[in-house]
C-alpha cells in the first residue's frame, strides 16, 4: 500500500469539516478534485469511508478510526511546517555567539542592535569570554560562531583537526599608554629596551592579548614582568590614568581618555603589529538560518585593504 500524504490530508480535511465543500476551501482545490482524491484513497483502502446525506458527510466506523490516527500525524506535520516557516522567516530562533571583551564592545553591539531590531524573535546567546574558551566552546558545538580578536598569522594558530572559517572584519592597533607621572615618556620615540624597564599593567597570563604583548618584546629578546596584571581590558586604562604603570590596551578602549588628556599615547621606535578582528565558524556543521542571516550583515563591511 503506498498512499500518498496528499491523499491522507484530503482525507483530513473532510473528516474534520465533514464537508467536502469546506475541505475543497482548505485546501484550494476544486470539489471534484477533493471527490475523485477520496474516491480514490477508499479504492486503496478497499472500503468506504464516508456516507452523504442530506445532513451533510458521516464518517463510516472505519473512517472514525483511520482519522485518529490521520489527524494525529497531521497536526504534527503541520506543526513541523508552521515552526519551519517560522524559522524561514526568521519569526523565531536562536544564535549562540561567542565574543571576546574588545569585540563584544567596539565592534559587536552595533550589529546586535541591527539584527534585533529586524528579528525581535529571535534570541541571541552572547557568551562573553576569551579567545581560547571561545574556540573551545565553538569545537564542542555550544556556540555557532565566534568574533574575536586574532593575531596578524592567526592561520598558522589552529590545528588542521579544526574545520574552520575564519573571515577578517576589521582592523584595530594595540598602544601603550601613560599618566602624567610619567611624562618623561611623552612627545618623544621610545625604544622597547627603555620602555621595558618601566612597570606594566597588562592582562593576564592565558590570555591573548597578554601573550601578544610578551611576543612583541620577546622579538627584540626583551622580556618584561607587569606590575599590574588583570582579568578585564577595560581596568587598564583607569589604572595607567591614575599612574599605576604603563598600560597596554587595544586603542578602542583608550580613545575618550587620551581626548580627555587622562592618558597619552607612547610612540615606539618599533610599530606594534595590527590585529584584526575576525568572524569564525565551523565548516563541518551547517548554520542555522538565523546564523547565516546574522553573517550576512558583516557582507557590507568595506573590503580589508
Known amino acids: 500500500m503506498s498512499v500518498s500524504f496528499d491523499s491522507y490530508k484530503t482525507f483530513y480535511y473532510v473528516a474534520k469539516f465533514r464537508s467536502f465543500t469546506e475541505a475543497a476551501k482548505a485546501l484550494y482545490v476544486t470539489q471534484p478534485t477533493v471527490t475523485h482524491a477520496i474516491q480514490t484513497l477508499e479504492k486503496e483502502l478497499g472500503c468506504i469511508l464516508f456516507q452523504r446525506s442530506r445532513k451533510g458527510v458521516s464518517l463510516t466506523p472505519e473512517a472514525v478510526m483511520l482519522y485518529e490516527h490521520v489527524k494525529t500525524a497531521c497536526e504534527h506535520i503541520f506543526e513541523a511546517e508552521n515552526a519551519l516557516r517560522a524559522k524561514k522567516e526568521l519569526l523565531e530562533g536562536q544564535i549562540r555567539i561567542g565574543a571576546s571583551e574588545t569585540t563584544l564592545h567596539f565592534f559587536l553591539l552595533p550589529f546586535l542592535k541591527q539584527f534585533k531590531t529586524s528579528h525581535p524573535g529571535v534570541k541571541i546567546k552572547v557568551n562573553n569570554t576569551s579567545?581560547?574558551?571561545?574556540?573551545?566552546?565553538?569545537?564542542?558545538?555550544?556556540?555557532?560562531?565566534?568574533?574575536?580578536?586574532?593575531?596578524?598569522?592567526?592561520?598558522?594558530?589552529?590545528?588542521?583537526?579544526?574545520?574552520?572559517?575564519?573571515?577578517?572584519?576589521?582592523?584595530?592597533?594595540?598602544?601603550?599608554?601613560?599618566?602624567?607621572?610619567?611624562?618623561?615618556?611623552?612627545?618623544?620615540?621610545?625604544?622597547?629596551?627603555?620602555?621595558?624597564?618601566?612597570?606594566?599593567?597588562?592582562?593576564?597570563?592565558?590570555?591573548?592579548?597578554r601573550q601578544y604583548l610578551d611576543d612583541f618584546f620577546l622579538s627584540f629578546h626583551l622580556t618584561i614582568s607587569p606590575d599590574i596584571e588583570l582579568a578585564t581590558t577595560d581596568l587598564i586604562t583607569p589604572m595607567a590614568a591614575n599612574n599605576l604603570g604603563v598600560g597596554f590596551v587595544p586603542l578602542p578602549f583608550a580613545e575618550n581618555a587620551l581626548e580627555e588628556?587622562?592618558?597619552?599615547?607612547?610612540?615606539?621606535?618599533?610599530?606594534?603589529?595590527?590585529?584584526?578582528?575576525?568572524?569564525?565558524?565551523?565548516?563541518?556543521?551547517?548554520?542555522?538560518?538565523?546564523?547565516?542571516?546574522?553573517?550576512?550583515?558583516?557582507?557590507a563591511l568595506p573590503e580589508p585593504k
Open 131 to 209: 579567545t581560547p574558551a571561545a574556540l573551545a566552546a565553538l569545537r564542542a558545538g555550544h556556540i555557532d560562531f565566534a568574533i574575536l580578536v586574532m593575531r596578524p598569522d592567526y592561520k598558522g594558530a589552529f590545528l588542521p583537526r579544526d574545520n574552520f572559517s575564519v573571515t577578517r572584519l576589521a582592523g584595530f592597533q594595540d598602544i601603550f599608554i601613560a599618566g602624567s607621572d610619567f611624562s618623561a615618556l611623552a612627545g618623544r620615540q621610545v625604544t622597547p629596551r627603555e620602555l621595558a624597564g618601566y612597570p606594566f599593567i597588562c592582562m593576564e597570563p592565558g590570555t591573548v592579548t
Open 261 to 299: 588628556g587622562k592618558v597619552f599615547a607612547i610612540r615606539l621606535t618599533e610599530t606594534v603589529p595590527e590585529r584584526e578582528i575576525c568572524v569564525i565558524y565551523r565548516t563541518d556543521t551547517p548554520l542555522s538560518l538565523a546564523g547565516n542571516a546574522f553573517l550576512r550583515l558583516f557582507s
